[in-house]
Each structure stands twice: as C-alpha cells, then as structure tokens.
C-alpha cells in the first residue's frame, strides 16, 4: 500500500465531470499528496448527470476552490499550494502557461481519446458518432499547444455498436483510473516514458452544441443510428421535425433491407420504392422511418420537455402515421 506522507510530490488537480471525479478518487485511493483541487460551477442549463469532484474533495478535507474560469483568486490560493506536478482531468477552462511551467515534475492532462486522433473536444460523443470501433483515454503533457504534448501512457477499450456517448464516459472513467494508479509513481519520480505524437495521424473536432444533434433523413441509417446513441441521454440528444414542432428519438434500432422487407404490410420491394427519406411508416405496431440508405426502427420518443414514451403512445398517435414525413 502506498503511504502518504509530506515528502511525496505536491499536487494540483484541475477536474471535473465523471473522469475528473474519477482521477481525484483514485488519487485518494493512492494517498497522494493533493495539495489543492479546482473544478467548475455546475452550469444550470446542463444536465448534472455525473459525480461531483468538489463534494469528493470537500469530504476528504482536500482545499478546493470551483469557478468558471481561471481567476485571481484560483492565481493565489495555485501560487499558496506550490505543487510540484499538475493532473488535468476534464477541466474546461484554458489553464494558463505560468501556471503549467510551474511544477517541477510537469503537467499532465488526460484525454478521452487515443491521440493525435480526436484532438479537440467532445471527443467521446464523436468517437462514437463517426462509428468508431475503439478509442481510449491517454496520458500527455500539457504544453501551450491543446491536445499535442508527448504521449506518457495510452489505454485502448472497445465501443460496441449498442454502446452510448454515456457508456464511453463510463469506460473512459475506469481507464483514467487505471492509468492514475499505472502511471503516477513515474511521475512522482520523474521516470515516466514520453513518446511524440505522430502530427500526420492528427485529427481534431470541434465543441458540439444542443443544435448539432438533428437528424438530417437523407443519410445513412447507420449514421442517424450513431448520432442518436452519441447524444441520448444525459446529453442533448438528436431530434428531429413534424410540421415545425420538434421530437427527440432518445433511442431507436436501424434496420437494413433484409430486415425491413418481411415485416407485416410492407408488401416487399415493390412497397419500399414508394417512399422517400423521412417517411413514416406504422406496421405491425412498429414505427419505422425511412432513411437515405436503411430504415430506422424508433424505441424511445419524448417531446420538449417531456417524458420519455413509446413512439405508439397516444401522445404520439396523430403524428405516427403512415404517409406522415418527419424532417
């Protein structure tokens, strides 16, 4: 067992949401020496779905300090803590230069993807709407360029196709802590591996809003079908249109050709050229919507503000019908 005592290396942690929550709970597992937290306001437009990194630091007497931004005061009670290494783990504001040039033994962030590719953020959500079939979390150096320091630790995990953005959160968390618990004694000794990233591998996708999750009908089903699983809940989710009032498609399972044909009053091939993307189709009291490639089979509907429901609820019986087009 590690034992924490005033020799070990100081250390400041910006954290927040369920990775962040997750560093900061290793780190007490490991007794380190947590000199000061700082985390965020929880926003009141979000919905707080993960653990709170102030509560967890507040209940084991760490000094924390939670703000929007880095501010004058998170500047002194930083000089006051003096710590000798920097953890980052899904803070959202720009951590200044002086401060990551301070440490002795360097500043670390922790990124929910497998760099260089998804630089940038939101990466969980679009690893898992570009249908990507793994992505990981990795360890790298914090310089003044986002996202681009050498690679110190990388652990790889699988999506599966039913996985959702929340799903990945999930796995992203764990491996931050296996990483933590791997990886923080060489830093503590100054004897963790770096490794450049390789810049002709690099992508890097930008911050997705509330309005980035409609669904656009002429694309492939498989598409529709990753964009609904990387926003449903907790995050914003995709939606979509019926005569300008929206509809959120919380969750729904895409069909191809062979699956489709057979069902009950579809009539075979010969019915199926007969509609177009964003047509709907009520069989068998199934709902189903035509997409560019595919049909989509809806599970789980809610209107603004609403609960979620079936899509054959009476709720939304006048707007399920077939001959109806969403879009």
Known sequence: MIKMTNQRPRIALFAYSQPGFACLEELIKLKANISIVFT????????????????????????????????????ELFKQASPDIILSAYYRAIIPDSFLTTPRLGAYNLHGSLLPKYRGRACINWAVL???KQTGVTMHVMTNRADKGDII????????????????????????????????????????????????????FGRRRPADGIINWDSDVIDIYNLIRSVTHPF????????????????????????????????????????????????????????????????????????????????????????????
Request: with cysteine.
């Open 40 to 75: 965020h306001i929880d926003a009141p437009d979000e919905e707080i779905w993960f653990d709170s990194v102030y509560s967890l630091a507040q209940k084991n007497n760490i000094t924390v300090y939670r703000s929007n931004k880095i501010d004058a005061a998170a500047l």
């Open 236 to 327: 914003p989710g995709a939606f979509t249109f019926y005569k300008g009032k929206k509809i959120f498609i919380w969750w729904a399972v895409p069909l191809d050709e062979k699956e489709f044909i057979p069902l009950p009053g579809v009539q075979g091939a010969k019915n199926k050229l007969e509609y177009k993307s964003g047509d709907i189709i009520n069989t068998n009291n199934k709902i189903i919507i035509k997409c560019q490639h595919g049909y989509l089979l809806l599970k789980t509907v809610a209107h603004p503000h609403d609960i979620d429901c079936l899509p054959t609820s009476k709720a939304f019986s006048a707007i399920f019908k077939t001959g109806n087009q969403l879009g």
């Open 153 to 204: 630790a990388q652990e790889a995990f699988p999506i599966k196709f039913t996985d959702t953005g929340h799903d990945i959160f999930l796995k992203t968390s764990q491996t931050v802590k296996n990483i933590i618990k791997n990886y923080l004694p060489l830093i503590e000794s100054s004897t963790a591996p770096h490794f450049p990233q390789d810049e002709s591998q690099a992508t890097k």
């Open 130 to 132: 570009k249908g990507e």
